[in-house]
């Protein structure tokens, strides 16, 4: 009998402890101020939803809720890499979309593009290779990770074929542009660092290698080996699939810029719609940061014009992601101007640029992934 009033007191103890715990979480979380980033994974962080009749109907406030809860629980950081450690104990070998390959390689899974989305992406470039036929239009999709290292990939993980995306889209633009065989290219180097560890992006010496084999496409003659030097900028890079999966969040990378060997590589960078203007490709601000990959030219922004002394009278227009910001300080000494339009962040037309700069060549360089995802790409084509 006592053992059994024993056994109720330890449980009516243990449940009000479990309710005066719960009340005390949703008293911290009430009382702590919300935050506007979360610096370990390297985001903007939900915030409070308002409420509206349609939201509520729709469900989306419910969503957006919780999201938001999610997002601004106190000690999140905490329970996460509790849940990530307890994943590893498990064997668990995917972590937010990342896969955790071999030799702590994190990469992000191939994204499998929306049939709609993806033909309104091709048919926006092939158009404006048409309308501007007379200006020659480089297409340079970069292959993310899981594509070339595949050999890395966690036992039995699969992925799509982005090799075969890429097919297709070569297939649907034709000759209206000069197609770069990025894939092949990359393959030739796969022994090497070509992508960072922790980070999506391909490395500055990746993007050298691409530069190497695809010089004689943008008028540059001869062999390119010799005319740049590599010098490192930070080795406490730590990159966004780090933050995103929580995993390998310890690994320290390094980040390398390359300089002409010779010639004169002074710039002027203007940063049209923030009217800012900067003497330098690189922002050596970013390296106190945790956006690290931001040093090339500080990260994502909308229209950058990049005046340059190079005797060329050729003015280049690049439609990209960031993957082109470590690859564009190689075209620089080649070209008298760059004109950097990023369809993310840019709310004019590709018009409104042909209007406004006298372009020469164009250049559209994204990765994989982005170009087979972004719905920002036809609008900035197309104007709609």
């Known amino acids: 009998m006592n053992s059994r009033k024993r056994k109720g007191q330890l449980e009516s103890m243990i449940g009000k402890i479990f309710v005066l715990s719960l009340f005390l979480i949703l008293l911290v979380n009430l009382i702590v101020p919300n935050k506007e980033k979360s610096e370990e994974e390297n985001r903007m962080l939900e915030t409070k939803p308002k409420a509206s009749a349609a939201s509520i109907i729709s469900g989306d406030y ?97 992925v799509e074929d982005q090799r075969q995306m890429f097919g297709m889209v070569e297939r649907n633009l034709g000759d209206t542009v000069n197609w770069v065989d990025t894939v092949s290219i990359m393959n030739k180097h796969k022994s090497e660092k070509l992508y960072y560890k922790t980070d999506h992006h391909w490395t500055t010496q990746g993007a050298f ?80 940061t945790r956006d690290k990959y931001g040093v090339f030219l500080g990260g994502n922004t909308s229209v950058i014009d990049i005046k340059t002394v190079s005797t060329s009278q050729k003015r280049l227009l690049v439609v990209k992601d960031s993957f082109a910001d470590c690859f564009i300080p ?46 920002n790409i036809s609008g900035v084509f197309t104007g709609e």
């Open 209 to 288: 290698y691409m530069f190497k084999d695809t010089a004689s496409l943008f008028g540059i003659k001869g062999d390119v080996s010799d005319d740049y030097v590599s010098y490192t900028v930070t080795d406490d890079f730590n990159g966004v699939l780090a933050s995103k999966s929580g995993c390998g969040l310890d690994e320290k990378e390094k980040i390398d810029i390359y300089a002409p060997t010779n010639g004169d590589d002074d710039v002027i960078v203007n940063y049209v719609n923030e009217t800012k203007k900067t003497t330098s490709l690189y922002d050596s601000s970013k390296l106190k």
């Open 62 to 158: 419910m969503e957006q809720w919780e999201k938001y809860v999610s997002d601004q629980f106190f000690g999140r950081n905490f329970w996460r890499k509790i849940k990530v450690n307890a994943d590893k104990i498990s064997g668990t070998k995917k972590e937010n979309g990342v896969f955790i390959g071999k030799s702590g390689q994190l990469l992000e899974d191939i994204a499998v593009p929306d049939k709609e989305q993806l033909e309104a992406n091709i048919n926006a470039v092939k158009n404006f290779a048409q309308t501007y036929e007379n200006i020659p239009t480089t297409v340079m999709l970069v292959p993310d990770a899981a594509c070339i290292l595949s050999n890395r990939l966690p036992a039995f993980a699969t």
């Open 330 to 375: 190689f075209l620089t000494p080649h070209y008298r101007e760059i004109v950097v339009v990023d369809p993310r962040y840019y709310s004019g037309t590709m018009q409104d640029i042909m209007d406004t700069y006298r372009i020469t060549d164009a250049l559209i360089l994204y990765s994989g992934n982005t170009f087979f995802t972004d719905n």
